[in-house]
């Protein structure tokens, strides 16, 4: 063969091993600095309607408002303790935190939003999820003591009134919904379980023990697969249980320091982002078995972020380090190779 076609069956052959290579399942879209902010982010939350994201600047005792048509801060909620969980509910144009220095939960209503009302919890006032069928907060908080017993609270949004107090056995670290079958799964890495509660009667209804790892702080439910995913931190690894019945059906290593978790219904994929400055990526087979993908590079740090399946965005808060100021960087999904 001569050299000519030899290079050109090479070039033919890289060509083809390129295209055939599976796209990256996150590329940065854009990125929103936040200057004059410090310190580390806890959990966001999303006005679609509004196009405005929410996120808990913990070290910077405020929450942050990010207009995301302009892409800057529109409103800093500032005077607070040590903000961590966000919600956001659409039909009253509320924004809810929990305050885990204060110990309470605030809600934020009007434009600018301003405080109008608050419920008294207990220190470590942290993550928490809403039940948009029945009008239902449910809030992890204590969790240091008998002086600061840990506890789900269940919140009436319509009343804001404390609907009920839940006992668990440790700090609840994160809340997800299974809204058709009407439950809440709380992660409480402290003793290693999750805890099931029944919607409806406002009870504990089971507690699923973890064997393949501890630490597991997020959380994160698959309707299609009846699947729970618990990311943990000890070691790394992202572990798969049935929804029924709580049994460990999978698992695979994942990054060091996972602090959130979310399933992508329209790729079935999962994402695990870590605090070592990694979002690692999983695919969801029909047998519900886990296939790792492409992880992606970060920021140490950059722990805490908002999957918006309605949008197919990864909203992931990373800290200001040294003179580098601190930022939103927005990933979009990616199928058949074309940015949704």
Same mark, same amino acid.
Request: hydrophobic content about 45%; proline content about 5%.
């Given at each position: 063969?001569?050299?000519?076609?030899?290079?050109?069956?090479?070039?033919?052959?890289?060509?083809?091993?390129? #295209?055939?290579?599976?796209?990256?399942?996150?590329?940065?879209?854009? &990125?929103?600095?936040?200057?004059?902010?410090?310190?580390?982010?806890?959990?966001?939350?999303?006005?679609?309607?509004?196009?405005?994201?929410?996120?808990?600047?913990?070290?910077?005792?405020?929450?942050?408002?990010?207009?995301?048509?302009?892409?800057?801060?529109?409103?800093?909620?500032?005077?607070?303790? *040590?903000?961590?969980?966000?919600?956001?509910?659409?039909?009253?144009?509320?924004?809810?935190?929990?305050?885990?220095?204060?110990?309470?939960?605030? /809600?934020?209503?009007? *434009? +600018?939003?301003?405080?109008?009302?608050?419920?008294?919890?207990?220190?470590?006032?942290?993550?928490?999820?809403?039940?948009? !069928?029945?009008?239902?907060?449910?809030?992890?908080?204590?969790? #240091?003591?008998?002086?600061?017993?840990?506890? /789900? !609270?269940?919140?009436?949004? @319509?009343?804001? #009134?404390?609907?009920?107090?839940?006992? =668990?056995?440790?700090?609840?670290?994160?809340?997800?919904?299974?809204? !058709?079958?009407?439950?809440?799964?709380?992660?409480?890495?402290?003793?290693?379980?999750?805890?099931?509660?029944?919607?409806?009667? @406002?009870?504990? /209804?089971?507690?699923? *023990?973890?064997?393949?790892?501890?630490?597991?702080? +997020?959380?994160?439910?698959?309707?299609?697969?009846?699947?729970?995913? =618990?990311?943990?931190?000890? +070691?790394?690894?992202? =572990?798969?249980?049935?929804?029924? &019945?709580? @049994?460990?059906?999978?698992?695979? +290593?994942?990054?060091?320091?996972?602090?959130?978790?979310?399933?992508?219904?329209?790729?079935?994929?999962? $994402?695990?982002?870590?605090?070592?400055?990694?979002?690692?990526?999983?695919?969801?087979?029909?047998?519900?078995?886990?296939?790792?993908?492409?992880?992606?590079? %970060?920021?140490?740090?950059?722990?805490?972020?908002?999957?918006?399946?309605?949008?197919?965005?990864?909203?992931?808060?990373?800290?200001?380090?040294?003179?580098?100021? !601190?930022?939103?960087?927005? $990933?979009? %999904?990616?199928?058949?190779?074309? %940015?949704?």
């Amino acid at each position: 063969m001569k050299k000519s076609a030899i290079a050109l069956a090479c070039l033919s052959l890289c060509a083809f091993s390129s #295209s055939a290579q599976p796209a990256a399942p996150l590329t940065l879209q854009r &990125t929103i600095p936040l200057p004059g902010i410090t310190g580390k982010f806890d959990h966001l939350a999303i006005d679609t309607a509004g196009d405005r994201l929410f996120i808990a600047a913990t070290s910077n005792h405020s929450v942050e408002v990010i207009d995301l048509a302009a892409d800057k801060v529109d409103q800093s909620i500032t005077g607070l303790g *040590k903000p961590h969980g966000l919600a956001w509910v659409a039909e009253t144009g509320s924004l809810y935190v929990a305050d885990g220095a204060l110990g309470e939960l605030q /809600v934020y209503t009007g *434009k +600018p939003l301003a405080l109008a009302g608050r419920i008294k919890l207990s220190d470590d006032a942290d993550d928490m999820v809403y039940d948009e !069928a029945d009008h239902l907060l449910f809030v992890g908080h204590g969790g #240091s003591g008998a002086a600061n017993p840990p506890k /789900v !609270a269940v919140v009436d949004t @319509k009343s804001f #009134s404390l609907a009920a107090s839940l006992s =668990v056995a440790a700090h609840p670290e994160a809340l997800d919904i299974d809204p !058709a079958g009407k439950r809440i799964f709380v992660n409480v890495a402290e003793s290693n379980e999750v805890a099931v509660i029944d919607t409806i009667g @406002k009870a504990i /209804v089971a507690r699923w *023990k973890l064997t393949k790892a501890a630490d597991n702080v +997020p959380v994160a439910f698959d309707g299609e697969h009846q699947s729970l995913y =618990v990311a943990c931190r000890t +070691p790394g690894m992202l =572990v798969a249980l049935d929804a029924a &019945t709580g @049994k460990e059906v999978a698992s695979l +290593p994942a990054a060091g320091g996972a602090d959130d978790l979310f399933y992508d219904p329209a790729l079935r994929r999962v $994402y695990v982002i870590a605090g070592s400055g990694e979002v690692d990526a999983y695919q969801v087979d029909k047998a519900r078995n886990l296939h790792p993908l492409e992880s992606l590079h %970060t920021a140490a740090g950059a722990k805490t972020a908002l999957f918006v399946p309605a949008q197919n965005l990864l909203y992931v808060g990373v800290p200001g380090a040294g003179t580098d100021p !601190a930022e939103i960087r927005v $990933y979009s %999904t990616v199928k058949n190779g074309m %940015t949704r």
